[in-house]
């Protein structure tokens, strides 16, 4: 991940970790039974996911570039073995994992060379999966609120996908997509700091993210009930086995 606003978001560690959405507890069933298998997170970020897969019994080792972030996650997720290295080049031995997860980074990953690496990596049959988590997409003022977050000046956007399609042409079978729709309920407080860690609001100035925070604010004013929101989410992506070598 060389983008430059794929690492923006080190400079928000703590942020991050504390308001950016975790998995919903429906994601353990499509993950299946995790206990005792090695599993290879691929752009851990703050750990949000790890503390997770660390429940449900896993095996973790997790990669992570970016070194502020690292730093929160290694804090915060006790115990978890976390190596410095990126989507692109694994630091890991070949065939060295049941289970290979990966949550909101997929689109910044150069292709193919990151899906031919989680290939590398995974023992013949393993599973992947490529998560996005996120708000839901068919409800308009959701739709309108997301938008705030988008940089209009950006010359290289990267678009944000809702599956890992590459997944197709590489060594993998029983590709499927999947979903799960859940309601986070959040502060008004919360939704405004949770807008400062997306990378479209990072990289603008003070004034323009101020602007963007008042404007975010306003609108969840008007529909809050308590200053508490009901946030429409879903938990998307794509799941795949690795072929036989």
């Known amino acids: 991940m060389t983008n430059e606003r794929a690492q923006s978001f ?4 703590e942020q991050y970790d504390e308001f950016r959405p975790g998995p919903p507890e429906e994601a ?18 703050t750990g949000l996911w790890s503390r997770f897969l ?9 990669v992570e570039p ?12 006790p115990g978890v073995s976390a190596l410095v290295g990126t989507a692109e080049s694994l630091p890991v031995e070949d065939a060295s994992f049941d289970v290979v997860v990966s949550s909101s980074a997929w689109h910044w990953f150069q292709q193919p060379d990151a899906t031919l690496e989680m290939a590398r990596v995974l023992e013949d049959d393993g599973r992947i999966f490529v998560f996005w ?8 003022w959701v739709q309108e609120l997301t ?23 590489g060594p993998f079978y029983d590709i499927e997509d999947v979903a799960v729709d859940w309601t986070w309920r959040r502060t008004v407080d919360q939704i405004v700091a949770l807008f400062g860690t997306y990378s479209g609001v990072i990289v603008r100035s003070d004034e323009e993210r101020a602007r963007i925070d008042a404007t975010v604010r306003s609108r969840l004013e008007r529909i809050a009930h308590d200053g508490a929101i009901d946030l429409p ?5 794509t799941a795949a086995r690795r072929s036989v070598r």
């Open 10 to 13: 080190g400079s928000v560690a």
């Open 28 to 45: 353990a069933a499509l993950l299946g039974d995790l206990t005792g298998m090695r599993v290879l997170e691929v752009a851990a970020g």
């Open 54 to 62: 660390l429940r449900h019994g896993a095996l973790l080792t997790v």
């Open 66 to 77: 970016n070194d502020q972030m690292r730093v929160v996650l290694e804090r915060r997720s």
């Open 133 to 140: 988590n996120g708000f839901a997409r068919d409800v308009e």
């Open 147 to 169: 938008r705030l977050r988008d940089n209009e000046g950006d010359t290289k956007p990267r678009p944000r996908g809702w599956t890992a399609t590459e997944l197709s042409d």
């Open 233 to 237: 989410m879903t938990l998307r992506g």
